[in-house]
């Protein structure tokens, strides 16, 4: 098991270093544009170009730019950014992992629960009136646009019932760290945690569904019932567990890549520093430097998740272990 | 309830689903008793209801377009409607049931000895630690070679024979006293087949359980049944003593049976006699007889359901007057068994 998992390991540096190449061409080697005009920004200055060009070995071969680069983002940690004079690219990327971790976490919490609850019930009821509007909702929550969402929770509770009992106890917009303020924090998040979660609600309260029904029709099932022991334990011990597997799946993959800034809207529309709001600001002024940080962040997570999925695997589904 | 009252007595059992094509009817309407300590063979083609006249016994018929009526008295108990906490009470711990296919009849996720202990810690007041202990002694006794080990692996790390020997360990955790197998040993090769069956076999004598073996194959019932009963188109068509029904078969589906059997020894037949035609649609049985429009002895009186009659206990549901009927066992085994 040490040796799958070393070997797993190896497997996503190799990985992370693929994407980092793919992220670097992308930016650095794609004809018939000069990266040092995109890096300098929009109406650069011709000493700034120079200078670029000069700092990031753009006369210099490939190879030689991609470790200047790869230094620069993992070993000095000084890359900058020109567009925003001077903005050190590493802190600004570090200072963001709390935030989006806090958002992604909390909401993650929500939704794996709120999940299994809808799920479960609508498959143990099945065809009945509270499985079809248990349905109906999640339906509704996964087509919900999640900045309208936002935006009308924000509406409703920074402005229109703002000075009501009912959300007089919101802080306003933006993140309070964890370690300065516990309980501001989580008044803080509160309200994102819930408008993140209600898309994946919906999704994995739908595909647990789908994932039980299935399950229930197998032969297992008929033997579990067979021994007497009673439906809900045949429905949780034996149906829910067997159902995990396609739902941590799922859930490794969608953690992976809304902590690798895939909360985005989510942040923007509540004035969250994270890693999402930083990309898309970054992507607005065409900030390269910054666009390259985040993706090859993003790439770790989902790499990372994906690790994490496995491993997880290996104690949700025995038949995991014996591969290899 | 006295000793010699039967344990199981089902009477006119009907399973029924709606569908499309109308009321289907799976079993059309069966009664049949199992003594205790008998072992019961039940014999018929694909789709002849056998499965469905088990699980209707096991109360695992939970499709919501399925109809269940009829009586099936176990122990003096109706089992036809019974709620399921009652139902639980008495399957798993007083009637147990063995599975066609082991490679999927057990959860994937959970330990042989955690599955087996499930089922005696639902029926009776025992810590882990004993249930696992019953446990390892099951799979021993069901002639498992590491018991210590297997108790502990997951269903994918045995072999088809094992599950179903890990199957079996389980449903007798409780000493039911009544045992249903459903074509315990198709998805077996024949050597496993074998010990399987020598294995239910030997249940009666060390657990004095009852079993109801539901299978298609005629060789499996010589070796292990006291009797027989032979099911189409969800009826019984013949029922008996193992060794009558085999020496003097009285129903033209059952010699088609037997005939499709290759002999052991003499003459190799060029090809072995088939009953012509397919099994009916249960949505569409032929009217009177089922077996009348693939019936080669099909007369005027086939129009009209036969009862199952007889005497000496060995009953058969034919219109063709019995001592005719000897003359074609006559005439069909010479032709079709050389024996």
């Not at chain 1, 019930?121 to 646009?145: C, E, H, K, N, Q």
């Amino acid at each position: 098991m040490l040796a799958a998992m070393s070997f797993r390991l190896g497997q996503m540096v190799l990985v992370m270093f693929g994407i980092s190449v793919v992220a670097f061409l992308i930016f650095f080697a794609t004809p018939g544009a000069d990266p040092s005009a995109r890096i300098a920004g929009r109406n650069a200055s011709q000493e700034t170009l120079v200078q670029v060009r000069h700092d990031f070995g753009l006369d210099r071969p490939l190879p030689v730019q991609y470790g200047l680069m790869m230094n620069r983002l993992f070993v000095s940690r000084d890359l900058t950014s020109f567009v925003n004079r001077g903005q050190r690219v590493i802190p600004a990327v570090t200072g963001a992992i709390p935030v989006t971790l806090s958002l992604v976490g909390g909401a993650a919490v929500l939704w794996v629960l709120g999940g299994l609850i809808v799920g479960v019930i609508a498959g143990a009821t099945r065809g009945t009136f509270i499985d079809r509007a248990l349905m109906i909702l999640s339906l509704i929550g996964v087509s919900v646009p999640v900045f309208w969402l936002g935006e009308v929770a924000n509406l409703l509770t920074q402005s229109r019932w703002h000075d009501t009992w009912l959300f007089s106890w919101v802080p306003p917009l933006g993140y309070i760290p964890l370690t300065q303020d516990p309980w501001g924090w989580f008044k803080a998040l509160v309200i994102p945690w819930f408008t993140l979660a209600t898309l994946y609600v919906g999704l994995y309260g739908r595909v647990l569904r789908a994932s039980l029904i299935e399950m229930m029709q197998e032969d297992f099932i008929r033997t579990a019932r067979a021994k007497g022991i009673g439906e809900r334990r045949v429905l949780l011990h034996h149906g829910l567990r067997t159902s995990l597997v396609a739902f941590v799946t799922m859930f490794g993959l969608d953690f992976g890549a809304l902590v690798g800034g895939g909360a985005l809207l989510t942040e923007v529309v509540f004035g969250l520093q994270g890693v999402g709001k930083l990309t898309y600001e970054a992507l607005q002024t065409l900030d390269l430097p910054m666009i390259l940080a985040t993706v090859i962040y993003a790439s770790f997570f989902v790499v990372m998740a994906n690790f994490v999925v496995d491993v997880v695997f290996v104690f949700i589904d025995p038949r995991a272990r014996d591969v290899r | 309830m006295s000793v010699n009252a039967p344990l199981l007595v089902v009477e006119g059992l009907t399973v029924s689903f709606r569908s499309d094509a109308g009321l289907v009817r799976a079993v059309a309407g069966v009664s049949f008793a199992v003594e205790q300590r008998e072992i019961v063979g039940v014999v018929g083609e694909s789709g002849s209801g056998k499965s469905q006249t088990l699980l209707a016994i096991m109360g695992l018929i939970d499709s919501p377009n399925a109809v269940v009526s009829g009586s099936i008295r176990f122990m003096g108990q109706e089992l036809v409607g019974l709620n399921r906490r009652a139902l639980d009470a008495i399957r798993g711990r007083q009637i147990a049931m063995i599975f066609q296919d082991p490679m999927s009849a057990l959860t994937p996720v959970h330990t042989i000895g955690n599955q087996i202990g499930e089922q005696v810690r639902a029926h009776e007041k025992v810590s882990a630690r004993a249930a696992r202990a019953r446990a390892v002694q099951l799979l021993d006794a069901v002639g498992i070679a590491n018991p210590d080990r297997v108790v502990d692996g997951y269903p994918h790390q045995l072999s088809g024979g094992m599950r179903q020997r890990a199957v079996i360990a389980m449903a007798l955790s409780c000493n039911p006293a009544l045992l249903v197998a459903d074509e315990p040993t198709t998805a077996l090769d024949v050597t496993v087949q074998a010990q399987i069956l020598e294995l239910i076999g030997r249940l009666r004598d060390q657990f004095g359980s009852a079993v109801i073996l539901v299978t298609h194959d005629l060789g499996v019932v010589a070796q292990v049944t006291d009797r027989v009963m032979v099911m189409y188109g969800g009826r019984f068509v013949e029922e008996g003593r193992k060794g009558s029904v085999f020496r003097t078969p009285l129903h033209p589906y059952t010699w088609g049976l037997f005939g499709s059997i290759p002999p052991m020894d003499g003459e190799r037949p060029a090809r072995l006699a088939a009953i012509p035609g397919a099994p009916p649609s249960l949505s569409n049985l032929p009217k009177g007889c089922a077996f009348g429009p693939r019936c080669a002895f099909r007369h005027d009186a086939c129009i009209v359901q036969p009862p199952l009659v007889g005497g000496n206990g060995h009953r058969a549901a034919c219109a063709l007057p019995e001592t005719s009927r000897k003359f074609h066992i006559r005439e069909v085994a010479s032709i079709e068994t050389p024996v």
